[in-house]
């Protein structure tokens, strides 16, 4: 059975650093391209960023780049996002998914998610 | 960036009805299109691939249809258990999800 489980949420202030894991079980985690997908009631979902099979690749969306650092390992089955100069708009349930067809596209499985919390 | 526009935001229906779900992007997205279910307190759960390929495990009152701009989501006979907040997703140009339709019981 395929399980994704987040881990890393909480509240930080606004400029503070946090760093999520997903950790990955039931199939090959280096076959799979990897992703965060975020939710929150006012913007919905929103993908951030995604990683290729080796982590050679990585793709963000516009508001993360140079603040957030997708990567995996994949000897522990285990992805993360590192978050940096975090801000109040970041607040935001974040789902680890899997990319079945390479790294971009369909997402066929997702963690339960985490909160994170942006607030001083 | 490509702009998911998903009607009616809200559905209410009744058990055994058809229901469709109508997703529009603001350009051609070439089919590159899934359907997500998601209920409440729950993570997304993809229902639908490339349009119209169902997802392994999926109820196959479930179906999708759609080509261009335009796309939808088809529940044959709506069941109890349907209830939930249904996303379009595309994936040709850039990653965007739709904001939602969310489907209720009359």
């Known amino acids: 059975e395929v399980q994704l489980v987040e881990s890393g949420g909480g509240l930080v202030q606004p400029g503070r650093s946090l760093k999520l894991s997903c950790a990955a079980s039931?199939?090959?985690?280096?076959?799979?391209?990897m992703a965060w997908v975020r939710q929150t009631p006012t913007k919905g979902l929103e993908w951030v960023a995604s990683?290729?099979?080796?982590?050679?690749?990585?793709?963000?969306r516009d508001s993360v780049k140079g603040r957030f650092t997708i990567s995996r390992d994949n000897a522990k089955n285990t992805q993360y996002l590192q978050m940096d100069s975090l801000r109040s708009e970041d607040t935001a349930t974040y789902y680890c998914?899997?990319?079945?067809f390479g790294y971009g596209g369909s997402l066929d499985y997702w963690g339960q998610g985490v909160m994170v919390t942006v607030s001083s | 960036d490509i702009q998911m526009t998903q009607s009616p935001p809200v559905l209410s229906a009744s058990v055994g009805d058809r229901v469709t779900l109508s997703c529009k992007a603001s350009?051609?997205?070439?089919?590159?299109l899934d359907w997500y279910q998601q209920k409440h307190g729950e993570a997304p759960k993809l229902l639908i691939y490339?349009?119209?390929n169902l997802q392994t495990g999926i109820p196959s009152r479930f179906s999708g249809s759609g080509s261009g701009t335009d796309y939808t989501l088809t529940i044959s006979s709506l069941q109890p258990e349907d209830v939930a907040t249904y996303y379009c997703?595309?994936?040709?140009?850039?990653?965007?999800f739709g904001s939602g339709t969310k489907l209720e019981i009359k």
């Open positions: 998914a899997r990319h079945p």
């Open positions: 039931g199939f090959t985690f280096s076959n799979y391209g």
């Open positions: 990683i290729s099979t080796g982590g050679g690749n990585t793709y963000y």
């Open positions: 350009q051609n997205i070439n089919k590159n």
């Open positions: 490339y349009t119209n």
């Open positions: 997703y595309q994936y040709n140009s850039g990653l965007t």
